[in-house]
């Protein structure tokens, strides 16, 4: 373990003041990942600053119906919420498809969106990987892939973000809010997250002088017609190789307003705009699904041990979809589309 230094942060503008002083230094929240990225020699803050005492754990109603979510709600309360589950069970659904109850009870909304991949040579220093160390290589793309991504690769990254909890945000049209050295913003969820290309050391386009301060969900939340289908190697505590948060509006037996994200398949929550205009104003049928899985996935590519992934996909993509049209969210019941 590396020596590091440890203070706690009392309000926002503290905690800007200490990461703006060292370059090195760390937020912590519930630590659920940065404590294993340590232990591993991944990462090697020369500060953590912790902000789990910060006044940012409030779930609040906005004033256009919608939700803000403050950056240390632990995942547990935010599953749980009445607003939540009454409102958005699409993402109720999928943070508790995630982790176990334990680590949901310490894990952070801010933190869940900036864990790191789970690419097992990301983890194993004694191996080149060029989101860890860049220009050493990448040990996946020849290596054991299996959990692995099948869009929007580098010849640099073949990573995925592995949070479920995202991918419901990134098909609500979630909005993150910072804070940082130049005041506030706000980052669409489809920009918060980047594709690998040429820098895959970089997650996201969050500024590592700036901090989260909250989540805001827009009013409309897809409360009828939702499912998150998490395809994984084990039930419970395992991360996704596929999962969709398919989310619809319905209107007389014809698609309004479709929503599908992808999780497991790339370095962000993937949607694909082309695939829902494929989905609206069409029946909720087979061929309907199907259609627009084709277009997700047409630019699908396999590196021999996730192959399987793109055929997966394509299923969880149409049965997602036949749950959310059939509201019957946990699973396809007897109700059947054409
Ligand atoms: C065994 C295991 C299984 C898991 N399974 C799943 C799963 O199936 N699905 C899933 O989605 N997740 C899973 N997780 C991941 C878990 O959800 C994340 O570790 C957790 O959400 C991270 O939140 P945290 O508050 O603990 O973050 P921390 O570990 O405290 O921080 C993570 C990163 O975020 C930064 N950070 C934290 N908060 C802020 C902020 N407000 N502003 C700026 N930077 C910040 C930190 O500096 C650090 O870089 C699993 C984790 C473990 C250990
Ligand atoms: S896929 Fe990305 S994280 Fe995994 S070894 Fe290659 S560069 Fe590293």
Redesign the pocket.
Known sequence: MNNFQYSRATDVADALSQIAADASA????????????MKYDV?Q?SRL?D??H?P?AKVEETTDGGLRIG??V??SDLAWHPLVTERYPLLSS??L????AQ??N???????????TRCFYFYDVATPCNKRDPGSGCSAKDGINRINAILGTSDACIATH?????VALAALDAKVH?AGPNGERAIAMADFHRLPGDTPQRDTN?DPK????AIELPAQGFNTHYTYL?I?DRLS????LVSVAAALKMDNGTIRDARLAL?GVAHKPWRNPEAEAALNGQPPTHDTFARAADVVLHEAMGFGHNTFKIDLARRVIIRALTQAANGTPQSQSDKKIA
């Open positions: 760390k937020f912590i929240a519930g630590g659920t990942n940065l404590i294993d990225l990462e803050p600053i902000i789990s910060l940012l950056a240390l632990p995942n999928a943070i498809a995630g982790a176990s680590l949901r310490m894990a952070s909304t801010g933190g869940n969106l900036l864990q790191r592995p949070s479920d909890m995202c910072v969050l700036e901090i989260i301060t998490k994984r505590y395992a991360f996704a999780g």
